[in-house]
T-cell receptor, first 111, second 115 residues
Framework: EDQVTQSPEALRLQEGESSSLNCSYT??????LFWYRQDPGKGPEFLFT???AGEEKEKERLKATLTKKESFLHITAPKPEDSATYLC????????????FGKGTHLIIQP | DVKVTQSSRYLVKRTGEKVFLECVQD?????MFWYRQDPGLGLRLIYF???????EKGDIPEGYSVSREKKERFSLILESASTNQTSMYLC??????????????FGPGTRLTVL
């Protein structure tokens, strides 16, 4: 069974304080690992897709990296508007296209 | 930009009612999905569809059915709503299995309350 575990569950940072969110996964044949951002009461917003170990993607203050067992979402010098829940999901090679999601990391950036 | 819309943001129904949740996407995507999101459980896949009139069960299909009569529209049906189906329902769409284009794009969600 595919599993995705995100840590920490919640993280509170000061504005400008860089940190990393972790996503550990167990899948039978990874087709893709996805990061989403979700604001309260809204649908997830796509951020990144990673396909193979060693791959990295960047967008503004966010950088996602991938190894064979985990992915990290690095947040550099965050601002209050980066506050959200960050979701990690995997797509396995078993044929189905549905994503398996982790439970998310709730990030709060204090001014 | 991909746009996925859902027919209602908030819905209140009574136990036993038949409930229809509608989803429309405007990017000619082949794949469409229905998830539910609950505190402490995260997003879970209910049903998905590869093409018109095609459907596949996800991880938690019990109590739900789906309909896809047109490529752009995917409906989730609760045949007889129960209180344990109170949840946030999220629709998503994606292109068909092309490397580099597998990301799913989500709608704003429908918060369903069953009394």
């Amino acid at each position: 069974e595919d599993q995705v575990t995100q840590s920490p569950e919640a993280l509170r940072l000061q504005e400008g304080e860089s940190s990393s969110l972790n996503c550990s996964y167990t899948v039978s044949g990874l087709r893709g690992l996805f990061w989403y951002r979700q604001d309260p009461g809204k649908g997830p917003e796509f951020l990144f897709t990673l396909y193979s170990a060693g791959e990295e993607k960047e967008k503004e203050r966010l950088k996602a990296t991938l190894t064979k067992k985990e992915s990290f979402l690095h947040i550099t010098a965050p601002k209050p508007e980066d506050s959200a829940t960050y979701l990690c999901a995997v797509q396995a090679g078993g044929g189905a296209d549905g994503l398996t999601f982790g439970k998310g990391t709730h990030l709060i950036i204090q001014p | 930009d991909v746009k996925v819309t859902q027919s209602s943001r908030y819905l209140v129904k009574r136990t036993g009612e038949k409930v229809f949740l509608e989803c429309v996407q405007d990017m000619d995507h082949e794949n469409m999905f229905w998830y539910r999101q609950d505190p402490g459980l995260g997003l879970r896949l209910i049903y998905f569809s590869y093409d018109v009139k095609m459907k596949e069960k996800g991880d938690i299909p019990e109590g739900y059915s789906v309909s896809r009569e047109k490529k752009e529209r995917f409906s989730l049906i609760l045949e007889s709503a129960s209180t344990n189906q109170t949840s946030m329902y999220l629709c998503a769409s994606s292109l068909q299995g092309r490397m580099g284009y597998n990301e799913q794009f989500f709608g704003p969600g429908t918060r369903l309350t069953v009394l």
